[in-house]
């Protein structure tokens, strides 16, 4: 075997550029990809990150790595080729798609954090344990503790147990305990009531079965067989496949990663992982957003350290450095939170796939409504299809109401109609039965828009090219776009008529309309605005699961996978216009939520039902979902995008220029067309720019041009070359967007 003779390394501090060296005859055989080095630079060195072997080096002259640090690469060598795979198929550089993988905390310090005693008991000398700790109580229950549990902080099991440091000390003077030190990681605060208890271990369905023995099949195919799409209504036990498949991938050796769209607004989804695991000694992490950069970088090397084995955690989580990765779990795969919005703009749900197939994991995508690509995917045996049609509880998925509003009377006093007839009884009647309901609108603020009834002007930011949303509860007009927020006006900015009209409704005014139309409902509203302050939110989940709010008000944080036996009832409210956005995926949307949120009603004994007030009422969106028809609409929607060559039949990518200056902005668009179309000639159809619908963002005029491109590989070059490569103005922003989820 012959050993590469040059190393393309990225400098720990920057990762953005790229530079070769020679590898010299000593060190050859001793650097694997993702390897701190120690190379020259300048007249000092420093350190860097093999990330290639490049045949030649780009330079002629090149210098010699002076030296490997740490026995292993601080990177593993597959996430190496995952940051490779993702600069080329995103189109970003090979240092961004690193900098994403091992975040800056991370790479500064190698190890770093504070050292703590770690205690943990002897194997093997449980009898003798038992039997000569029978006289000395307090090292008896500290023993129990400690067998059961598999170990702890020193610092933490004093707390827990109440036995003092000089008990812990005799366990392990007398052998039964030992103590190593360790780099301190931080155990996660327990949440109210502590932690739950060990989850029980239900006897599988008849479908639960067979989807077991799916994934039993496709993993003892070579490279971890084709990823397994678990298709299964909510309440269908799809979770419970997940827990199965961890407990098994775990008893074999291997490490798991479960990822879930928004870690803070699944507490439950993560308490039941943990629950399973209670009573063992395999380690579990949480990656979520709110980790200090202390905890971040510690979890990382705990994890790379192989002492966590299982990671739970939203997009990013998939590049937790595990090694022996046996299964990778994408719960609601459908979820756009798994779509990176800035670069690189990777979208995990693929990405995990991706890094599946190199590390022959095998893959669970699971959802209720699988996303369409996903679902085409599956069409063609790209994907395992795997089917739970049942409820596990036997509940039947409720039934859903359209309420044609074209025929609801207008409210007297004028504004929006909030409440239909039929849901406002709905409501009522749940109430008094003792039940619990939640009403969807995914808007937050009082009134979308304010508009002078006398001269039309329409409040709007400033600075984006949008109407700016009433908020009564602090008397502000705030953009939902850039954040900017002013006092609401008394008067019209324009004409000065001092009769302003609120158009619409959001939360709070559907907040308001419910509390006239039910007095004395117990209401909790559930949005960005009202759960700001820390624990908010688990606060009011709480509330409602002890029963002590009957309706839960909000925009879609309440549609996600939450479970609670007594919601009998739900209500969405203002769909209409998210059937209007100018996005092919607009239906799609509608229907993934509607049938979400249906999933929530009726989990318990007592049957649901659901009422989708709409203008549009036959609506494919609104029919398919109305008969939880996840097949029909997809047929129907495929067509659609076939027609049309949307995604999945084409790939699509978004080009998008921003400046200050509209006219350069725009002629910087239309030079790169001409560039492309000079390239492609026919092969690809490049359109005109054209105004992003949402015209301007923050001061910055912004342009689009919407390409769909039979395979992306084969045009990525030229893109680089001639959108990402040129130095364009200072003020221009130019992006592009593979597979893109935001067309607005
Ligand atoms: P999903 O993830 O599809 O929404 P879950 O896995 O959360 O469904 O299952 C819904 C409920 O049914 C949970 O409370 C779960 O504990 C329970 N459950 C799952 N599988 C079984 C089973 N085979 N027998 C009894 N209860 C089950
Ligand atoms: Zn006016
Ligand atoms: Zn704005």
Same mark, same amino acid.
């Given at each position: 075997m012959k050993f590469p003779e040059y190393v393309r390394v990225a400098p720990e501090l920057g990762l953005d550029r790229l530079f070769d060296y020679g590898i010299p005859g000593r060190l050859q055989g001793q650097i694997a990809l993702g390897q701190r080095l120690r190379v020259p630079w300048g007249k000092r060195s420093i350190m860097a990150y093999a990330v290639e072997f490049p /045949?030649?080096? /780009?330079?002629?002259q090149v210098k010699e790595v002076e030296e490997v640090a740490g026995e292993r690469p601080l990177i593993p060598g597959a996430l190496c080729q995952l940051a490779r795979w993702m600069a080329d198929y995103y189109a970003c550089d090979l240092g961004a798609a690193l900098r994403t993988i091992l975040p800056g905390p991370v790479r500064s310090h190698e190890g770093g954090g504070k050292m703590a005693w770690w205690i943990s008991p002897v194997a093997g000398r449980e009898e003798l344990a038992e039997k000569s700790l029978r006289s000395a109580k307090a090292q008896a229950k500290a023993w129990l503790h400690l067998s059961t549990s598999g170990g702890g902080w020193l610092t933490q099991l004093v707390k827990e147990t109440g036995a003092g440091t000089a008990v812990w000390r005799a366990l392990v003077d007398r052998g039964f305990a030992e103590r190593s030190e360790k780099r301190f990681v931080r155990d996660e605060e327990a949440p109210e009531g502590g932690w739950p208890g060990v989850e029980s271990r239900p006897v599988l369905g008849k479908e639960q079965e067979a989807a077991m023995g799916a994934w039993e099949e496709e993993r003892k195919k070579e490279g971890g067989g084709r990823p397994i799409l678990l298709e299964g209504v909510t309440g269908s036990g799809k979770t419970e496949i997940y827990l199965r498949a961890m407990e098994q991938t775990l008893s074999e050796g291997k490490n798991v990663i479960i990822l879930v769209p928004e870690i803070s607004l699944t507490p439950q989804t993560v308490a039941r992982f943990r629950g399973r695991l209670v009573g063992q000694k395999v380690r579990l992490a949480v990656l979520h957003s709110g980790q200090t950069v202390a905890e971040r970088r510690e979890s990382w090397h705990e994890i790379r350290e192989g002492r966590v084995r299982v990671v739970i955690g939203a997009r990013s989580a998939l590049f937790a450095p595990l090694e022996d990765l046996g299964l990778i779990v994408v719960d609601e795969e459908h979820d756009g939170g798994y779509k990176q919005a800035e670069s690189p703009r990777y979208q995990a749900r693929d990405l995990a796939v991706v890094r599946g197939r190199m590390e022959s994991a095998p893959v669970i995508l699971g959802s209720a409504t699988p996303c369409l690509e996903s679902g085409w995917n599956a069409d063609r045996e790209k994907y395992r299809r795997v089917r739970l049609t049942q409820r596990v509880d036997g509940a039947r998925l409720p039934k859903v109401h359209i309420v044609d509003l074209r025929k609801e009377n207008k409210p007297k006093r004028g504004g929006p109609i909030l409440l239909s007839e039929d849901l406002t009884v709905a409501l009522k009647s749940r109430i008094q039965k003792g039940e619990q309901s939640l009403v969807l609108l995914n808007r937050r603020g009082y009134a979308p828009s304010v508009q002078c009834p006398h001269c039309g002007k329409v409040e709007e930011c400033d600075r984006c090219a949008v109407p700016m949303t009433y908020h009564r509860v602090d008397g502000t007009m705030k953009c939902h776009f850039c954040d900017a927020d002013r006092s609401a006006p008394t008067k019209c900015r324009e004409c000065g008529s001092p009769v302003l009209q609120y158009t619409g409704a959001g939360t709070e005014r559907l907040q308001e309309g419910v509390e006239e139309a039910i007095s004395g409902v117990r209401l909790t509203r559930m949005d960005s605005d009202s759960m700001k302050a820390r624990g908010a939110h688990a606060k009011a989940l709480t509330e409602f699961r002890e029963g002590r709010t009957d309706i839960l008000l909000g925009t879609q944080m309440i549609a996600k996978g939450l479970h609670f036996p007594k919601v009998t009832c739900v209500g969405v409210v203002g769909i209409d216009g998210a059937l209007n956005?100018?996005?092919?995926?607009a239906s799609e949307r509608v229907f993934q939520l509607l049938v979400q949120v249906a999933g929530r009603a009726g989990r318990g004994e007592v049957a649901g039902e659901v009422f989708v007030q709409t203008y549009t009422p036959f609506h494919p969106a609104i029919q398919f979902a109305r008969h939880h028809d996840v097949d029909g609409f997809r047929e129907q929607e495929l067509e659609y995008r076939k027609a049309h060559g949307y995604p999945p039949f084409r790939r699509a990518i978004l080009i998008s220029f921003s400046g200050a200056s509209e006219a350069q902005t725009l002629a910087s668009a239309e030079h790169v067309v001409k560039k492309l179309r000079l390239a492609w000639g026919e092969k690809v159809e490049v359109p005109d720019p054209s105004p992003a619908p949402i015209a301007r963002v923050e001061g910055r005029f912004r342009f689009h041009v919407f390409l769909l491109v039979e395979k992306v590989s084969t045009i990525l070059g030229d893109l680089k070359r001639e959108v990402l490569a040129p130095k364009w103005p200072s003020h221009l922003h130019v992006s592009v967007d593979v597979d893109p989820q935001d067309l607005l």
């Amino acid at each position: 075997m012959k050993f590469p003779e040059y190393v393309r390394v990225a400098p720990e501090l920057g990762l953005d550029r790229l530079f070769d060296y020679g590898i010299p005859g000593r060190l050859q055989g001793q650097i694997a990809l993702g390897q701190r080095l120690r190379v020259p630079w300048g007249k000092r060195s420093i350190m860097a990150y093999a990330v290639e072997f490049p /045949e030649r080096p /780009e330079v002629e002259q090149v210098k010699e790595v002076e030296e490997v640090a740490g026995e292993r690469p601080l990177i593993p060598g597959a996430l190496c080729q995952l940051a490779r795979w993702m600069a080329d198929y995103y189109a970003c550089d090979l240092g961004a798609a690193l900098r994403t993988i091992l975040p800056g905390p991370v790479r500064s310090h190698e190890g770093g954090g504070k050292m703590a005693w770690w205690i943990s008991p002897v194997a093997g000398r449980e009898e003798l344990a038992e039997k000569s700790l029978r006289s000395a109580k307090a090292q008896a229950k500290a023993w129990l503790h400690l067998s059961t549990s598999g170990g702890g902080w020193l610092t933490q099991l004093v707390k827990e147990t109440g036995a003092g440091t000089a008990v812990w000390r005799a366990l392990v003077d007398r052998g039964f305990a030992e103590r190593s030190e360790k780099r301190f990681v931080r155990d996660e605060e327990a949440p109210e009531g502590g932690w739950p208890g060990v989850e029980s271990r239900p006897v599988l369905g008849k479908e639960q079965e067979a989807a077991m023995g799916a994934w039993e099949e496709e993993r003892k195919k070579e490279g971890g067989g084709r990823p397994i799409l678990l298709e299964g209504v909510t309440g269908s036990g799809k979770t419970e496949i997940y827990l199965r498949a961890m407990e098994q991938t775990l008893s074999e050796g291997k490490n798991v990663i479960i990822l879930v769209p928004e870690i803070s607004l699944t507490p439950q989804t993560v308490a039941r992982f943990r629950g399973r695991l209670v009573g063992q000694k395999v380690r579990l992490a949480v990656l979520h957003s709110g980790q200090t950069v202390a905890e971040r970088r510690e979890s990382w090397h705990e994890i790379r350290e192989g002492r966590v084995r299982v990671v739970i955690g939203a997009r990013s989580a998939l590049f937790a450095p595990l090694e022996d990765l046996g299964l990778i779990v994408v719960d609601e795969e459908h979820d756009g939170g798994y779509k990176q919005a800035e670069s690189p703009r990777y979208q995990a749900r693929d990405l995990a796939v991706v890094r599946g197939r190199m590390e022959s994991a095998p893959v669970i995508l699971g959802s209720a409504t699988p996303c369409l690509e996903s679902g085409w995917n599956a069409d063609r045996e790209k994907y395992r299809r795997v089917r739970l049609t049942q409820r596990v509880d036997g509940a039947r998925l409720p039934k859903v109401h359209i309420v044609d509003l074209r025929k609801e009377n207008k409210p007297k006093r004028g504004g929006p109609i909030l409440l239909s007839e039929d849901l406002t009884v709905a409501l009522k009647s749940r109430i008094q039965k003792g039940e619990q309901s939640l009403v969807l609108l995914n808007r937050r603020g009082y009134a979308p828009s304010v508009q002078c009834p006398h001269c039309g002007k329409v409040e709007e930011c400033d600075r984006c090219a949008v109407p700016m949303t009433y908020h009564r509860v602090d008397g502000t007009m705030k953009c939902h776009f850039c954040d900017a927020d002013r006092s609401a006006p008394t008067k019209c900015r324009e004409c000065g008529s001092p009769v302003l009209q609120y158009t619409g409704a959001g939360t709070e005014r559907l907040q308001e309309g419910v509390e006239e139309a039910i007095s004395g409902v117990r209401l909790t509203r559930m949005d960005s605005d009202s759960m700001k302050a820390r624990g908010a939110h688990a606060k009011a989940l709480t509330e409602f699961r002890e029963g002590r709010t009957d309706i839960l008000l909000g925009t879609q944080m309440i549609a996600k996978g939450l479970h609670f036996p007594k919601v009998t009832c739900v209500g969405v409210v203002g769909i209409d216009g998210a059937l209007n956005l100018p996005d092919f995926r607009a239906s799609e949307r509608v229907f993934q939520l509607l049938v979400q949120v249906a999933g929530r009603a009726g989990r318990g004994e007592v049957a649901g039902e659901v009422f989708v007030q709409t203008y549009t009422p036959f609506h494919p969106a609104i029919q398919f979902a109305r008969h939880h028809d996840v097949d029909g609409f997809r047929e129907q929607e495929l067509e659609y995008r076939k027609a049309h060559g949307y995604p999945p039949f084409r790939r699509a990518i978004l080009i998008s220029f921003s400046g200050a200056s509209e006219a350069q902005t725009l002629a910087s668009a239309e030079h790169v067309v001409k560039k492309l179309r000079l390239a492609w000639g026919e092969k690809v159809e490049v359109p005109d720019p054209s105004p992003a619908p949402i015209a301007r963002v923050e001061g910055r005029f912004r342009f689009h041009v919407f390409l769909l491109v039979e395979k992306v590989s084969t045009i990525l070059g030229d893109l680089k070359r001639e959108v990402l490569a040129p130095k364009w103005p200072s003020h221009l922003h130019v992006s592009v967007d593979v597979d893109p989820q935001d067309l607005l």
